[in-house]
């Protein structure tokens, strides 16, 4: 169990991170601006300092630090300015999307100073699949950071004895009062969404502030460079009609024609949104890899409190239009979150309009996994068409506050509260 260091929180991903700190490969953070790479960075980097060990943090957003770096001698020189004496070190680069020549750099190094332990980050996936392709395949690991979990979301609200009473009684009926006031942070969780910089500021004009300021800088810094300066605002206009439409069927299309943009210009802009870790295309489940490939995606952001930012839509989630896609958004995040590297997910649908709202595929079988925010024990048609169609041995369907385990066949129907999973 990781605890605080100074000021900074631990991240659930420390926990995935650590079996790979002592191995040679170089650890990449991926994820959104503002999403907590800097901070987890930091955290790695005090607690190995804790442990007696040499470190060395290297910001790339420091105009002067990035033009100084220009070849794996630059970088070695720059180490030993800062006081590097040679033997093992754990050397911290933020931002690596800025490094000129990071691939041949980082390889250099990697194979020729194995006492260097490289932990980087950025959070333009397009940049870094082009500085950190092929010639690093096999030197490196990659680890995604999404937007705060609810259990994060808790901790960094600091709200420890919820977090005490999800913890001891993840696996029981949490009693009252306990799970209404888990439910209503939970719902203010939804609304607000993951970023760390939201959750930590109580007012409701500042956090509202912060979101834009996130989106602003989103569009300066990450967007602006990518596609041409008469199409910039189209974008902007872009991702404000996809956010209205979170968690429906992508049409491409129809979104061509509502932009008035080719279809590729909209392909185009929906992979910047995905590379750069803002949202991501769900395939339909089907038996066939070449249907998957073929059928319409739905199309979920990665945080709630952007969506609602983006559609100006701030209200109690009892009160919100978008409530059911707010929590489906949720639970999505959350599923990514918890994917091993051999699982995927997907959604079904049938022709009749019937669909499971996600499908996780592990060790060749399904999971279905239902939302339906409310109390109602009833299995849909929908899922029970699904466990006729595939036979899972398990199902989910997740509540507002029900436990309740049903069967249909041989699988068992598990009803379980959403912030369970989160």
């Given at each position: 169990?990781?605890?605080?260091?100074?000021?900074?929180?631990?991240?659930?991903?420390?926990?995935?991170?650590?079996?790979?700190?002592?191995?040679?490969?170089?650890?990449?953070?991926?994820?959104?601006r503002?999403?907590?790479?800097?901070c987890?960075?930091?955290?790695?980097?005090?607690?190995?300092?804790?442990?007696?060990?040499?470190?060395?943090?290297i910001?790339?957003?420091?105009?002067?630090?990035?033009?100084?770096?220009?070849?794996?001698?630059?970088?070695?020189?720059?180490?030993?300015?800062?006081?590097?004496?040679?033997?093992?070190?754990?050397?911290?680069?933020?931002?690596?999307?800025?490094?000129?020549?990071?691939?041949?750099?980082?390889?250099?190094?990697?194979?020729?100073?194995?006492?260097?332990?490289?932990?980087?980050?950025?959070?333009?996936?397009l940049?870094?699949?082009?500085?950190?392709?092929?010639?690093?395949?096999?030197?490196?690991?990659?680890?995604?950071?999404?937007?705060?979990?609810?259990?994060?979301?808790?901790?960094?609200?600091?709200?420890?004895?919820?977090?005490?009473?999800?913890?001891?009684?993840?696996?029981?009926?949490?009693?009252?009062?306990?799970?209404?006031?888990?439910?209503k942070?939970?719902?203010?969780?939804?609304?607000?969404?993951?970023?760390p910089?939201?959750?930590?500021?109580?007012?409701?004009?500042?956090?509202?502030?912060?979101?834009?300021?996130?989106?602003?800088?989103?569009?300066?810094?990450?967007?602006?460079?990518?596609?041409?300066?008469?199409?910039?605002e189209?974008?902007?206009?872009?991702?404000?009609?996809l956010?209205?439409?979170?968690?429906?069927?992508?049409?491409?299309?129809?979104?061509s024609?509502?932009?008035?943009?080719?279809?590729?210009t909209?392909?185009?802009?929906?992979?910047?949104?995905?590379?750069?870790?803002?949202?991501?295309?769900?395939?339909?489940?089907?038996?066939?890899?070449?249907?998957?490939?073929?059928?319409?995606?739905?199309?979920?952001?990665?945080?709630?409190?952007?969506i609602?930012f983006?559609?100006?839509?701030?209200?109690?989630?009892?009160?919100?239009?978008?409530?059911?896609?707010?929590?489906?958004?949720?639970?999505?995040?959350?599923?990514l979150?918890?994917?091993?590297?051999?699982?995927?997910?997907y959604?079904?649908?049938?022709?009749?309009?019937?669909?499971?709202?996600?499908?996780?595929?592990?060790?060749?079988?399904?999971?279905?996994?239902?939302?339906?925010?409310?109390?109602?024990?009833?299995?849909?048609?929908?899922?029970?068409?699904?466990?006729?169609?595939y036979?899972?041995?398990?199902?989910?369907?997740?509540?507002?506050?029900?436990?309740?385990?049903?069967?249909?066949?041989?699988?068992?129907?598990?009803?379980?509260?959403?912030?369970?999973?989160?």
């Amino acid at each position: 169990m990781y605890t605080k260091i100074d000021n900074l929180l631990p991240r659930e991903l420390l926990e995935e991170i650590e079996p790979f700190v002592e191995r040679d490969e170089i650890i990449v953070i991926l994820g959104a601006r503002q999403v907590g790479k800097t901070c987890l960075l930091r955290y790695i980097q005090k607690k190995l300092k804790g442990e007696g060990k040499s470190t060395f943090f290297i910001d790339l957003e420091d105009i002067e630090v990035r033009g100084a770096i220009k070849s794996a001698q630059d970088l070695l020189s720059y180490l030993r300015a800062l006081g590097y004496g040679g033997g093992r070190a754990y050397l911290f680069i933020d931002e690596v999307h800025y490094m000129q020549n990071a691939t041949s750099i980082l390889k250099y190094l990697h194979d020729h100073h194995p006492e260097l332990k490289f932990f980087i980050t950025g959070s333009s996936s397009l940049k870094l699949r082009f500085k950190l392709g092929e010639p690093l395949t096999g030197r490196k690991i990659i680890f995604i950071l999404y937007p705060l979990s609810f259990r994060e979301y808790l901790l960094f609200s600091k709200n420890e004895e919820m977090i005490q009473a999800l913890t001891s009684l993840r696996n029981r009926k949490i009693p009252e009062p306990f799970l209404s006031r888990i439910s209503k942070s939970y719902e203010e969780y939804v609304i607000w969404g993951g970023y760390p910089k939201v959750i930590m500021t109580p007012s409701f004009d500042i956090k509202a502030e912060i979101l834009k300021e996130i989106f602003t800088t989103y569009l300066e810094k990450e967007v602006r460079g990518l596609i041409r300066e008469e199409m910039f605002e189209r974008f902007n206009y872009f991702v404000r009609f996809l956010a209205a439409q979170n968690g429906n069927l992508l049409k491409i299309l129809e979104v061509s024609k509502e932009l008035g943009v080719q279809r590729s210009t909209v392909q185009r802009y929906l992979t910047i949104l995905e590379e750069t870790f803002m949202a991501k295309r769900l395939l339909p489940v089907a038996k066939s890899r070449q249907k998957e490939l073929t059928r319409t995606p739905k199309f979920y952001f990665f945080d709630t409190g952007f969506i609602n930012f983006l559609t100006k839509d701030f209200r109690p989630l009892r009160m919100h239009p978008n409530l059911g896609s707010l929590v489906e958004t949720s639970i999505f995040t959350s599923l990514l979150r918890g994917l091993s590297p051999l699982e995927e997910i997907y959604f079904w649908r049938m022709k009749n309009g019937q669909e499971v709202d996600f499908i996780i595929h592990t060790k060749g079988e399904y999971v279905p996994v239902e939302v339906k925010w409310g109390n109602d024990l009833k299995v849909t048609t929908s899922l029970k068409n699904f466990v006729r169609s595939y036979n899972p041995a398990m199902a989910f369907v997740l509540t507002k506050s029900m436990w309740q385990n049903k069967k249909i066949n041989s699988c068992k129907i598990q009803f379980l509260p959403a912030f369970i999973i989160t």
